[in-house]
């Protein structure tokens, strides 16, 4: 009840934001839907139907109370892939320590190649995000870099298909430390 309490009021503070801080669309494709919706209201027209859409306040109204809902339904998961992260990043300093006597390059390699797996997968969300807030996107990526908008978007589905196939390849480590904690 407070997390979504918690996430009601953050998403009313995004919804609040001005278009120049973060960017979202929701205005513009409301409009194109409500367009498209009488087009196909007037194409399909039902006799004493009235084809009436709800205002975009409602829309917004609506899109703010389900984000609540959701953030508070992924709260606790959250929680718990965090706590898998120090779970796995603690059993990985252990074997590193228990090994020491018998250094070997590729297992090394591996320990750190599979810790920086880990941290990347527990930022990679915050990153995703970070991608459309628009002043930091502007300031930083599309003037310093000289990238199209259009080029951008197509590197914002880049990334968000790299953090997915980052957390794919990532789940047989998870896995297990989810397993190994039930010994402990």
């Given at each position: 009840?407070?997390s979504?309490?918690?996430?009601?009021?953050?998403?009313?503070?995004?919804s609040?934001?001005?278009?120049?801080?973060?960017?979202?669309?929701?205005?513009?494709?409301?409009?194109?839907?409500?367009?498209?919706?009488?087009?196909?209201?007037?194409?399909?027209?039902?006799?004493?139907?009235?084809?009436?859409?709800?205002?975009?306040?409602?829309?917004?109204g609506?899109?703010?109370?389900?984000?609540?809902?959701?953030?508070?339904?992924?709260?606790?998961?959250?929680?718990?892939?965090?706590?898998?992260?120090?779970?796995?990043?603690?059993?990985?300093?252990?074997?590193?320590?228990?090994?020491?006597?018998?250094?070997?390059?590729?297992?090394?390699?591996?320990?750190?190649?599979?810790?920086?797996?880990?941290?990347?997968?527990?930022?990679?969300?915050?990153?995703?995000?970070?991608?459309?807030?628009?002043?930091?996107?502007?300031?930083?990526?599309?003037?310093?870099?000289?990238?199209?908008?259009?080029?951008?978007?197509?590197?914002?589905?880049c990334?968000?298909?790299?953090?997915?196939?980052?957390?794919?390849?990532s789940?047989?480590?998870?896995?297990?430390?989810?397993?190994?904690?039930?010994?402990?």
């Amino acid at each position: 009840a407070i997390s979504t309490f918690l996430f009601i009021v953050f998403a009313l503070m995004v919804s609040m934001a001005s278009k120049k801080s973060i960017d979202f669309g929701i205005d513009e494709g409301y409009n194109e839907f409500v367009e498209e919706f009488s087009k196909f209201g007037n194409a399909t027209k039902v006799k004493g139907q009235d084809m009436s859409m709800p205002s975009v306040k409602a829309f917004k109204g609506f899109l703010i109370v389900f984000s609540g809902f959701i953030g508070a339904l992924l709260t606790f998961p959250s929680f718990r892939f965090g706590a898998l992260n120090s779970q796995l990043l603690r059993k990985a300093n252990e074997v590193k320590e228990e090994n020491e006597d018998k250094p070997s390059y590729a297992d090394s390699f591996k320990d750190k190649m599979s810790q920086v797996l880990v941290h990347f997968n527990l930022i990679a969300p915050l990153l995703v995000t970070l991608c459309w807030c628009k002043p930091l996107v502007q300031e930083h990526i599309e003037k310093q870099v000289q990238i199209s908008e259009k080029s951008f978007n197509i590197l914002r589905i880049c990334f968000i298909a790299l953090m997915m196939l980052v957390r794919l390849f990532s789940i047989k480590l998870y896995t297990q430390t989810h397993l190994d904690s039930a010994k402990r």
